[in-house]
């Protein structure tokens, strides 16, 4: 498959839009099309609702960000795109039509995806020129935070499309689940639509409302669903003997069976209760303001999922561990310091979380800063994961921070780090953070660390391979002037 610097979309609703604010963050270039020009607007709104909490994903360095262009001809937007995502209303005919259209005009080498819910690829790819290159890639809303995507293929779909797709969304920081075999709704609309067919009974039968019934998944099964899913938490919920036992307790009530099966009728009346008890659960709060909330909880919930390396937080990890391997190669991250000598530079913007009373970042979050840049400049130079797996980090036995200016929300900022000095076991540090829009330094920060090994609990010396990358960076930076400020007591400043 062709690199994907610029994906199309069509249709560019709440899907559309969500892949756009997902690509662009990640520095791919989008193309988008809809039949309705005032769509323009709405697609470059919802970029821009998304991007808060986007920008709180992860502090690993991005890319420059991609450039939206929007065009109401299919055409354009197919001869301009390395990957096309379709995400038209979920009809059969009109997906038909225009997936056919579109591969009429879309080089044979580039990539045809459908987020369609639930139809069939073999059903959609029927009337395509090319349709080994068509696969459904079935995402999930927020498709910015959300990492999921299913990836389907038809009867004419080869492996190497799956593959390729896999490896484009992956880059895009999603979970590619590889679904084997196409059935209506894939997996998760399938499952989902079991819990939405009994809520729909219950509320219809006046067993519960709306609210209790999320009540009933909130408080309890939500919770574990997030990084376990269903069949793991059962094989727990079986005691020592799992999913055996789980299976011999509750195995005879399926027969019963508890559940309904078919939907109910959606008459007038079961329509109300929905909407009625949905509103009540709103209390007056704008779909925004809940969609804000509902982004703000995913992204605190993938960080958290990050620590234990489970779940999304293993695909947030993943695209981390990418990310900042990139920003290594690229050299993106150099920046000129003094005598011409490149410094590693670490860029990142003020979190509205940061920021205080004054709207200022709030001062300790200076020495986070630093100990971001500090994380990018070790991943660079092969502290990973799988070093720290080994029980061997640096932990900071001494840090000193000078606060010289301001920053405001989501200003952008970059870090310089120079190396003063270095032996088996420290490496002492100078960092510079400037505020981007006027390269003002806006703090200094001075710091010791020691090579530790973990298990041990006492310092000892680095591994040849780090020690030896580290090395060059001292020896580089040997011929630039010690910074002033370097070694200074708390108080010295301006003496
Ligand atoms: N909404 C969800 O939660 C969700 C989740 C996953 C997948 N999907 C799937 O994504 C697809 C889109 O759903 P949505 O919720 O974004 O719908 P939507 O109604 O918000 O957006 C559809 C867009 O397609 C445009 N459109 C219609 N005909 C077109 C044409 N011929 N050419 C170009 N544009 C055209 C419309 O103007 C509209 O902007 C559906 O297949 C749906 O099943 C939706």
Do not use: C
Not at 30 to 53: L, Q
Not at 291 to 314: C, H, K, N, P, T
């Amino acid at each position: 498959m062709r690199k994907v610097r610029t994906l199309g979309l069509l249709g560019t609703g709440v899907i559309g839009g969500g892949w756009a604010a997902r690509a662009l963050h990640f520095g791919i270039d989008v193309i988008a099309a809809d039949v309705k020009p005032e769509m323009e607007e709405w697609i470059r709104g919802a970029v821009a609702n998304a991007e808060p909490a986007l920008a709180r994903l992860t502090f690993a360095p991005l890319p420059p960000k991609g450039k939206l262009s929007f065009t109401t001809d299919l055409k354009v937007m197919a001869q301009a795109a390395d990957f096309i995502q379709e995400n038209i209303p979920e009809q059969l005919p009109l997906k038909q039509r225009m997936l056919a259209q579109v591969s009429l005009h879309a080089a044979p080498d580039v990539i045809i995806a459908s987020s369609t819910s639930g139809l069939t690829p073999s059903d959609l790819q029927r009337d395509m020129v090319a349709p080994e290159r068509f696969l459904v890639a079935h995402p999930f809303n927020p498709v910015y935070l959300l990492p999921l995507v299913e990836l389907v293929g038809g009867d004419k779909t080869v492996p190497a499309t799956i593959e390729a797709a896999a490896k484009f969304f992956t880059y895009i920081g999603m979970h590619a689940l590889r679904v084997r075999r196409e059935v209506p709704g894939h997996l998760t609309d399938r499952l989902q639509e079991a819990i939405w067919r009994e809520i729909l009974h219950m509320v219809n039968d006046g067993v519960a409302t709306t609210g209790e019934l999320d009540e009933s998944i909130i408080y309890g099964p939500g919770l574990r669903w997030a990084a376990m899913g269903t069949n793991l938490i059962y094989h727990l919920a079986g005691g020592e003997t799992g999913m055996r036992h789980m299976l011999a307790q509750f195995g005879p009530a399926l027969k019963w069976p508890w559940t309904k099966l078919e939907a109910p009728e959606l008459t007038e009346e079961l329509i109300d209760r929905m909407v009625k008890g949905t509103q009540e659960q709103a209390a007056g709060r704008s779909i925004r303001e809940l969609e804000r909330l509902r982004d703000d909880y995913l992204v605190a919930i993938q960080q958290v999922l990050r620590q234990f390396d489970i779940g999304a937080g293993s695909t947030l990890r993943a695209l981390e561990a990418r990310l900042y391997e990139d920003a290594a190669v690229g050299k993106e991250g150099a920046a000129a310091g003094a005598r011409g000598v490149p410094l590693p530079r670490y860029d990142t913007v003020v979190r509205p979380e940061w920021v205080d009373y004054n709207g200022h970042m709030s001062d300790f979050l200076y020495g986070h800063v630093f100990g971001q840049a500090m994380d990018a400049l070790y991943r660079s130079v092969g502290l990973d994961e799988a070093y720290r797996k080994k029980g061997r980090v640096f932990y900071t036995v001494e840090s000193h921070v000078r606060h010289l200016g301001e920053a405001k929300v989501n200003e952008p900022l970059y870090v310089t780090t120079q190396v003063l000095a270095l032996d088996e076991k420290r490496f002492h540090m100078f960092h510079r953070l400037y505020r981007a829009r006027d390269n003002t330094l806006i703090a200094t920060g001075e710091q010791m660390h020691l090579h530790v090994d973990t298990a041990a609990a006492k310092a000892t010396p680095m591994d040849q391979g780090l020690r030896t990358k580290l090395e060059a960076l001292r020896k580089a930076h040997a011929a630039l002037p010690v910074p002033e400020e370097a070694g200074k007591p708390v108080g010295s400043r301006g003496s």
